[in-house]
């Protein structure tokens, strides 16, 4: 038996398809930020004033999206960038993000921009507001601005509520006389979070809103391919592995369009292909990964025991073309014959092209299958079948433990 140290070398020497695996964290805050950049731009007019005239406005923004749209990354490169500006320019800018879903009362909130802006103020003994204002004071002292980050802002809202809110954000007007120093950049899932504030303050967070959409599968094809230059060796991953995440996850074909999801597959399938030794990551390993993040694999599996026999065999065919050529979709057509075949071999009568589209239209209604009319790349229209869930060859043992028990009685009972 090997040693414990061998088998850690062993994996540690094993070769990757990473170059840089951080590259596709939720966390990690790339160069290029692909189908962001009107955000970026909105966000530069609106904090425009900050480096132009220091300390004569107090501005705010707030960024609105679903999950994985590219919120937070956004604020943070927008961050880092005008920091770096900034600092060309000589003025100190300073840039704290906070997770709210974290930190959600005010108390908690001023003493982590005060641990992040580095105010040497103690906080025992002392009220949240009087926090903050020695922290104006040290900003003051340091000659040091700042754009806060209110990440998941709703919480804060639920939790510290209006007056808390107030306090924050319109700290100026019970200090008119000091430097405008502090800034914000608040992100939330939605608008209608900020209802629960007095109008007047709700009125005042809301004059500049920058809005995030959820990504179509074109715009996550070009984030993919920007992060793999990042993370992957050059070659290890294919258009096609990135164009059938992006297409599973797109918005104009069904999905989300969350851009975090899209990443986190991409990181999956290629852990997998490293799990298995292989210099590519394939489609297949992207189906294993889809079949981690995606609980709808278990609410298929439950599914598959009442789908009719030829549902089943319909599937079965499905899958043994993707699985042989490696591709995303496979023609119809070509289901088709591959079934006609199983179904001779299994010694079942197929049927009719008209009943194989109603078995298609089911599949797909359960989320077993994806169908869509071929596009671009292929040669005249036909319906292509393709399977998400995953990995196949798990999914087909289990339609055959299936096939070989509801054949084999139907054969059993008729011999």
Same mark, same amino acid.
């Given at each position: 038996?090997?040693?414990?140290?061998?088998?850690?070398?062993?994996?540690?020497?094993?070769?990757?398809?990473?170059?840089?695996?951080?590259?596709?964290?939720?966390?990690?805050?790339?160069?290029?930020?692909?189908?962001?950049?009107?955000?970026?731009?909105?966000?530069?007019?609106?904090?425009?004033?900050?480096?132009?005239?220091?300390?004569?406005?107090?501005?705010?923004?707030?960024?609105?999206?679903?999950?994985?749209?590219?919120?937070?990354?956004?604020?943070?490169?927008?961050?880092?960038?005008?920091?770096?500006?900034?600092?060309?320019?000589?003025?100190?800018?300073?840039?704290?993000?906070?997770?709210?879903?974290?930190?959600?009362?005010?108390?908690?909130?001023?003493?982590?921009?005060?641990?992040?802006?580095?105010?040497?103020?103690?906080?025992?003994?002392?009220?949240?507001?009087?926090?903050?204002?020695?922290?104006?004071?040290?900003?003051?002292?340091?000659?040091?601005?700042?754009?806060?980050?209110?990440?998941?802002?709703?919480?804060?809202?639920?939790?510290?509520?209006?007056?808390?809110?107030?306090?924050?954000?319109?700290?100026?007007?019970?200090?008119?006389?000091?430097?405008?120093?502090?800034?914000?950049?608040?992100?939330?899932?939605?608008?209608?979070?900020?209802?629960?504030?007095?109008?007047?303050?709700?009125?005042?967070?809301?004059?500049?809103?920058?809005?995030?959409?959820?990504?179509?599968?074109?715009?996550?094809?070009?984030?993919?391919?920007?992060?793999?230059?990042?993370?992957?060796?050059?070659?290890?991953?294919?258009?096609?592995?990135?164009?059938?995440?992006?297409?599973?996850?797109?918005?104009?074909?069904?999905?989300?369009?969350?851009?975090?999801?899209?990443?986190?597959?991409?990181?999956?399938?290629?852990?997998?292909?490293?799990?298995?030794?292989?210099?590519?990551?394939?489609?297949?390993?992207?189906?294993?990964?889809?079949?981690?993040?995606?609980?709808?694999?278990?609410?298929?599996?439950?599914?598959?025991?009442?789908?009719?026999?030829?549902?089943?065999? !319909?599937? *079965?065919?499905? %899958?043994?073309?993707? /699985?042989? #050529? $490696?591709?995303? =979709?496979?023609?119809?057509?070509?289901?088709?014959?591959?079934?006609?075949?199983?179904?001779?071999?299994?010694?079942?009568?197929?049927?009719?092209?008209?009943?194989?589209?109603?078995?298609?239209?089911? !599949?797909? *209604?359960?989320? %077993?299958?994806?169908? /869509?009319? #071929? $596009?671009?790349? =292929?040669?005249?229209?036909?319906?292509?079948?393709?399977?998400?869930?995953?990995?196949?060859?798990?999914?087909?043992?289990?339609?055959?433990?299936?096939?070989?028990?509801?054949?084999?009685?139907?054969?059993?009972?008729?011999?």
């Amino acid at each position: 038996m090997d040693s414990a140290r061998r088998l850690i070398e062993s994996v540690f020497s094993k070769p990757s398809v990473f170059k840089n695996k951080e590259a596709l964290y939720p966390e990690y805050v790339p160069s290029i930020l692909p189908h962001r950049e009107e955000q970026i731009k909105q966000l530069a007019e609106i904090f425009k004033p900050l480096v132009t005239s220091p300390g004569s406005i107090s501005q705010r923004a707030v960024l609105v999206g679903g999950v994985g749209t590219g919120k937070t990354v956004t604020a943070r490169a927008f961050g880092r960038e005008l920091r770096a500006l900034a600092r060309n320019l000589g003025l100190d800018l300073r840039y704290v993000h906070i997770n709210c879903h974290r930190d959600r009362t005010l108390f908690e909130v001023v003493t982590e921009i005060t641990r992040q802006l580095g105010a040497p103020i103690p906080s025992r003994g002392l009220s949240a507001q009087e926090i903050f204002v020695a922290l104006l004071n040290f900003m003051d002292r340091e000659d040091i601005y700042a754009i806060i980050t209110l990440d998941e802002f709703d919480y804060l809202v639920n939790v510290a509520g209006s007056d808390a809110i107030y306090f924050l954000v319109r700290i100026y007007d019970e200090y008119p006389e000091k430097i405008k120093r502090v800034n914000y950049i608040l992100i939330t899932r939605d608008i209608s979070a900020l209802r629960r504030l007095d109008p007047a303050t709700e009125s005042y967070i809301l004059k500049h809103v920058v809005r995030f959409n959820q990504y179509s599968s074109i715009e996550l094809f070009d984030i993919l391919k920007a992060r793999r230059a990042e993370a992957f060796h050059e070659g290890t991953v294919s258009d096609d592995v990135l164009r059938y995440i992006a297409e599973y996850e797109g918005i104009d074909k069904g999905g989300d369009g969350n851009a975090r999801a899209a990443l986190e597959i991409l990181l999956l399938a290629g852990e997998a292909a490293d799990h298995e030794y292989s210099d590519r990551v394939s489609i297949e390993h992207v189906r294993k990964a889809l079949s981690l993040v995606n609980p709808d694999i278990v609410v298929v599996n439950d599914l598959l025991i009442y789908l009719h026999v030829h549902e089943l065999l !319909l599937l *079965k065919a499905a %899958i043994r073309l993707l /699985r042989r #050529s $490696g591709n995303m =979709f496979a023609r119809i057509g070509d289901v088709e014959r591959e079934y006609i075949q199983l179904c001779e071999e299994l010694g079942e009568k197929p049927r009719k092209h008209t009943q194989i589209y109603e078995y298609v239209t089911n !599949l797909k *209604k359960m989320g %077993i299958i994806q169908a /869509r009319v #071929s $596009g671009k790349g =292929f040669k005249g229209r036909s319906t292509l079948i393709g399977i998400g869930i995953g990995p196949l060859e798990s999914l087909e043992k289990k339609i055959d433990d299936i096939l070989t028990n509801v054949i084999g009685k139907k054969h059993g009972s008729t011999s």
